[in-house]
C-alpha cells in the first residue's frame, strides 16, 4: 500500500489535509493527516466520502447531450465543438454578455478556478457580484477592517473567555472543537449564541436562545453599557478608529430594555453577558454565517465588530472578533491576462429574476460549475423556470444533479485525487494543502483545466494563457512565493502557512481608505447604507405565513453534495410550544408552503425551540424536497447575500 497527500476540496473552514492510501492503482480510503495543524488526523464522513464519490456507479463519465429520449453520451470532441459552435453564434450576435458564467464554492482548489480566466479571457461575460453563502459579513469586515482576517486557532486558544455568535462547529467545523476544549480546559468560559440548541450547545458553559435576526440589536445594546457605564475603551477607539463618536451617539438610544424587547433575552442575560465580555482581557468572539443570513445581516456583523472595537478588544492576542480569516488567499494571483471588464452584473441572491429580465442582451448561454443552484440558490422554482428559458446550457459536476439534469449539455468532473492541486480556504483554516495527483482520471476524461484549454484552442482565444498544470500554478502562487519567500517545491506540502503573526490589526494598521477602523464608513454611505451602524428590524411573518423558516447546514451532508443518495423527505423541526396548537402531531407528514412554493416535511418536535420558528436543513434535492422551493429572492443589506433566514412559511396537514 502506498500513502499519497491529498487535500479536502470541500467549501469548508477546516480545509482539511488528506492522506489516501492505494493498493493496485486504486484507492481503498482515505485519512486524516496527523502531521497538519488543523486537522491532526481527524476528517469527518463527508471527507471520506470523496473515495466513494469516485468510484460511484453513478459518477458521470462521459458528455453527455439532451435528446427527445433523454441524455445520451456523446464524444468529448462532439461536445466541444458544439459548445464551440453555440458560444461563437452568442459571441457574435450579442457579444459576450449573452453567456451567464454560474459558479460557487463547489470546488476549492486552484486547478479549477480556470474557468474564471478562460470566461474573463472571452471577454467581460455577464457574471454575479455578492454571494450566496457568507457575502453580508465579508463586506462587513471589508467596510469596518479593510478585509476579512481572523485570529489563527492556536490564539483562540489562548481565550479566557469566547462568544461563539451564530456559529455551529459541531457539525460545520469540527475541528474548532479542540480550541473550544482547550478554552475550557484552562479555565475560561464559552458561550453560544444561537435561537437553536444546536450539538454545539451542548459543549458550552452557556446558551443564548436569541431571537432570529437580532444580533444587530444585542450588539447594539451591549455597546450601549459599556459606555453608559464607561467601561469602554476609548483610548483604543481614540487611537485607532475614525467614527467612534458618531457610534456612540447612535448607541445612545438602544438601551437594555430595548434591547431585550428586539432579542428576546432578559436585561439581566444581557448586562451580564456585557459585563463578563468586558472583564475578560482574553475575551474573544467567533462569529458564524448564519447570522447574517437575514436583511440586516451585514450590519449585525458590523455592529459586532464595533463592539469588540469599544471593548478595547480588536488586536489582541486571544480576543478579537473572527469572521473569517483570508489569509493564503490574500496572496493568491492570476494568470497575465488582459484587463477585463465585466460589464453586466447581477446580485447572486437574485439570478432568476436577473435572467428572465435580461434582454440587453438576453441570456442565451449559460454555463454552471462548481454548483447546484436548483437546490442551493434562493427560490428554486424561479431557478428552475429561469435556466430553462435559457437556449444553451452547459453543466459541469461528478452528477447528474437536479441543476445538471436541466442543461442541454453535462459535462463529467474529475476527483480531487485525479489531478494534482493546491487547496485553501479563507473561512478559519490559515494553511495551505498540496494535494497530489492520487490516481489517473478515467480514460479520456478531461478535467476542468484541460477542457478550457481546449475550447480555447477550438475558439482561437489567444488571450487565454497555453499554460501546463506548472506554469499555471506558479503563476497563481508567485505573489505569496514572493511574500514568504520560499519557492515553488516548498509549497509542495500539507500546511504551508505565511509566518505573519497569529491576531490581525496587533499593530493598528487598517486596510481601509483611512488606515483606521471604519466605525464611521463613507464607502458603506456610497453603497446607500448608513455609514455609521444603525438598526434595521429583520422581517417579520404575516397571517398567512405565520412561521420563520431557518435553514441551517447539517452535519450529513455540505450543502447538497451528501443528499445525492438520500430519498427521504426533510424534517421540519416545529417547537414543542406550537406543537400543542398545532392540528399536526410528531411523525406526520405535513405540507410546509410559503409564497414561492411547497415542500412535504415530517414533523420532529423541538423541546427547545422558539415558538414561531421552524428548522429544516439545507441540501435536500428534489425528490426529497428542496428547502429552497420556499425560500425568496431576498438580499441583505450588503455584499449580495442572501437573507435566506428571512423566510416564512404555513405548516398545514395534508388534505385528501
Ligand atoms: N457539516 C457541514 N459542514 C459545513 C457545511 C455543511 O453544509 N455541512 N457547509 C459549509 C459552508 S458552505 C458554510 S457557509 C459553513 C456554515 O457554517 P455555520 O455558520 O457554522 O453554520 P450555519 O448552519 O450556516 O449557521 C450557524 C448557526 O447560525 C444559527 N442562526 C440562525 N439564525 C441565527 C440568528 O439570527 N442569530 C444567531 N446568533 N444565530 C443564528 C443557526 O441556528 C446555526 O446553528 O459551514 C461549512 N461547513
Ligand atoms: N436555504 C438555504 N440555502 C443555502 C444556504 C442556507 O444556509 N440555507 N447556504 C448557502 C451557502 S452557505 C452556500 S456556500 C451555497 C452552496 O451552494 P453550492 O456551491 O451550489 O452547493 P453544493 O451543494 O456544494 O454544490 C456544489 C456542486 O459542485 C459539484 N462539484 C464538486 N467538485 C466539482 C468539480 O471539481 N468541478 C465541478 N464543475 N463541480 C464540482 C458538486 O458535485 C455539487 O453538485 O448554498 C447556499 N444555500
Ligand atoms: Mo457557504
Redesign the pocket.
Known sequence: MREILSAC?L?CFDACSLVAQVENGKIIAVRGNKDHSVTKGMICPKGRAHVERMYAPDRLLKPLIKTDSGFQPIQWDEALDLIASKMRAVLEQHGPAGILHNY????EGLA?QVDQVFFDCLGGVTHHHGS???GAGTTAAELDFGSYRGHNPEDLMTSDFMILWGRNPAVTNIHFLKVIQEVRKNGGEVVLIDPFQTKTAKLVDQWVQIKPGTDLALALGMAHILFRDNLADVEWLKAHAIGWEAYRNQVASYTPEWTSEQTGLSVQVIETLTRKYMKHECASIVMG?GMQ?YVNGGNAVRAIHALGATAGKIGHPGAGVTYANKRIGAHVGKPDIPEVKRLRTYPKSKMADFIQKADQPPVEMMWI?????V??APDTNATIDAIQSVPFVVA????M?DSAALADLVLP??SVFEEEDYIYSSMFSPSLNYAAQVVEPPAGMLG?FELFAELAGKLGLEAYPAYDRETYFKACLSPLMETAGVSYEDLKRSDFRLREEDVPWADGRFLTPSGKMELYSDRAKGMGLSPVVTWIPPVSPTTAYPYRLI???TAKS????GFRLVDVRPEVFVSVVDLQEAAFSEGEEVLVRSANGKIVCTVVPDEAGLPGVVKIF??YWRKSGC??AL?PQLEADMGGQTA?YDTFVQVEVISG
Open positions: 476540496p467549501d460557487d464554492y463547489g470546488y479549477k450566496l453563502c457568507w454565517y443570513r460549475a462548481k454548483s447546484n443552484p437546490v442551493q459541469v459536476d461528478m452528477f444533479t468532473a474529475t476542468e435553514t441551517p447546514h455540505t450543502n447538497s453534495q439545507e441540501g428547502v429552497n425560500t435566506y
